[in-house]
C-alpha cells in the first residue's frame, strides 16, 4: 500500500556531512508524520527528527542544531541534513510515515528497510 525509498547513508569523517532521503509512495491519501529513526547495534531504536502535518518538527536533543529535517510535499519525501558527525551518530537509520490509506480506515506506520551511517577516522 506505501512504500518507502530510502537514500544517502554511507561512510563518512567525524565532522563531515551526510544527507538523507526518503520518499512515500503509494496510495496515500495524507500524511500525518514523516521522519527519521535510527538504530545502534545493542539499542533500542530512537526518533532523530520528525516533520508533522502542520510543518512542526521535532528533534532528538542531542542532534539539535545539527541535524535539520525539510520536506518536499509535492514529492511526499523528506530530507535528513545531518552536519558536524559524530562517531555516536553511527547507526542503522529507519525512514518512518504515519498516514491515512485512501480506502482504509485509520493511521497506518511504515518504515523504510534502513540505511548504514558510520562515521569514523
Known amino acids: 500500500q506505501v512504500q518507502l525509498g530510502e537514500s544517502g547513508g554511507g561512510l563518512v569523517l567525524p565532522g563531515g556531512s551526510l544527507r538523507l532521503s526518503c520518499a512515500a509512495s503509494g496510495n496515500i491519501f495524507s500524511i500525518n508524520a514523516m521522519g527519521w529513526y535510527r538504530q545502534a547495534p545493542g539499542k533500542v531504536r530512537e526518533l532523530i527528527a520528525r516533520?508533522?502535518?502542520?510543518?512542526?518538527?521535532d528533534y532528538k536533543d542531542s542532534v539539535q542544531g545539527r541535524f535539520t529535517l525539510s520536506r518536499d510535499n509535492a514529492r511526499n519525501t523528506v530530507y535528513l541534513q545531518m552536519n558536524s558527525l559524530k562517531p555516536e551518530d553511527t547507526a542503522v537509520y529507519f525512514c518512518?510515515?504515519?498516514?491515512?490509506?485512501?480506502?482504509?480506515?485509520?493511521?497506518?506506520?511504515?518504515w523504510g528497510q534502513g540505511t548504514q551511517v558510520t562515521v569514523s577516522s
Open positions: 518512518h510515515v504515519n498516514v491515512v490509506v485512501r480506502g482504509m480506515d485509520g493511521n497506518r506506520d511504515y
Open positions: 516533520i508533522w502535518a502542520d510543518d512542526s518538527v
